[in-house]
């Protein structure tokens, strides 16, 4: 399994990279595992392929009666309907999966698992009507973080941060932005410029350990500026 976790991102960096050949050949490692799990499952006489094939077939139809059945498309409101039919196809005494949030992995990143946390609660309503409103309780956020930090002490200041976080993203999905991928950009982003300004500083034989932050910066703002040329 820890194969399987570490072939999963892999194939989503190299998606996420564009790179059609690393696509191609980091799918096919995912692949590999995943027929892995199956011919283990066969060897044990728990499961074939033809079941996996059977149970996933049954759910898509099952949750997608816009398609195999009547009912009509909900447009906006699809999401709402469909986390509506998994909650009915779980046990009833089975209080935490029947919660509106459900049972999400664990190992969810956190910036992931709190949008889709938030993700689930809003099919419910319970949302924002608009980006504004989650746009303020981000400023809110923000001062009730900025007074934990000035009195200094460290766990209220860790959860007032993580509420913060938890802000920015609910903000991020009301605008349509994906956190993962956002911040996904911003460290690639960085790397980028930063490794560049490595590069310059070799060239000159420049020493960053030496320099002040004031210098440092003026190679960050050439680095910036060549971007734009």
Same mark, same amino acid.
């Given at each position: 399994?820890p194969?399987l976790?570490?072939?999963?991102h892999?194939a989503?960096?190299?998606?996420?990279?564009?790179?059609r050949?690393a696509i191609?050949?980091?799918l /096919?490692?995912?692949?590999?595992?995943?027929?892995f799990?199956?011919?283990?499952? &066969?060897? &044990?006489?728990s499961?074939?392929?033809?079941?996996?094939?059977?149970?996933?077939?049954?759910?898509?139809v099952?949750?997608?009666?816009?398609?195999?059945?009547?009912a009509? =498309?909900? /447009?906006e409101a699809? $999401?709402?309907v469909?986390?509506?039919l998994?909650?009915?196809?779980r046990?009833?005494?089975?209080e %935490?999966? #029947?919660?509106?949030?459900g049972?999400?992995?664990?190992g969810l990143?956190a910036?992931?698992?709190a =949008?889709?946390?938030?993700?689930k609660?809003?099919?419910?309503g319970f949302?924002? %009507?608009t980006p504004d409103?989650?746009?303020?309780k981000?400023d809110? &956020?923000?001062?009730?973080? #900025?007074a934990?930090?000035?009195?200094g002490?460290p766990?209220?200041?860790?959860?007032?941060f993580?509420d913060?976080?938890?802000?920015?993203?609910n903000?991020g999905?009301?605008?349509d932005?994906?956190p993962h991928?956002?911040?996904?950009y911003? #460290?690639?982003?960085?790397?980028?410029?930063f490794q560049?300004?490595?590069?310059?500083a070799a060239e000159r034989?420049?020493v960053? &350990?030496? $320099?002040s932050?004031?210098e440092?910066?003026?190679l960050?703002?050439?680095?910036k500026r060549?971007?734009t040329?």
């Amino acid at each position: 399994m820890p194969h399987l976790i570490e072939e999963a991102h892999e194939a989503a960096e190299a998606i996420e990279s564009g790179d059609r050949e690393a696509i191609v050949d980091e799918l /096919g490692d995912l692949l590999l595992h995943l027929a892995f799990q199956i011919v283990i499952a &066969e060897e &044990e006489g728990s499961f074939d392929l033809a079941d996996v094939a059977a149970k996933i077939i049954d759910k898509m139809v099952r949750r997608h009666p816009h398609v195999f059945g009547d009912a009509k =498309y909900a /447009g906006e409101a699809h $999401q709402a309907v469909w986390e509506t039919l998994k909650r009915r196809e779980r046990d009833p005494a089975d209080e %935490r999966r #029947n919660s509106v949030i459900g049972t999400l992995p664990e190992g969810l990143p956190a910036l992931v698992r709190a =949008y889709r946390i938030q993700q689930k609660v809003a099919t419910i309503g319970f949302d924002w %009507r608009t980006p504004d409103g989650a746009r303020a309780k981000v400023d809110e &956020e923000l001062a009730e973080t #900025n007074a934990a930090a000035e009195k200094g002490l460290p766990e209220p200041l860790e959860e007032e941060f993580g509420d913060l976080l938890f802000a920015l993203v609910n903000w991020g999905r009301l605008l349509d932005v994906h956190p993962h991928t956002a911040l996904q950009y911003a #460290n690639r982003k960085f790397e980028t410029r930063f490794q560049r300004l490595e590069a310059l500083a070799a060239e000159r034989g420049v020493v960053l &350990e030496d $320099q002040s932050l004031d210098e440092l910066d003026q190679l960050w703002d050439e680095v910036k500026r060549e971007e734009t040329l």
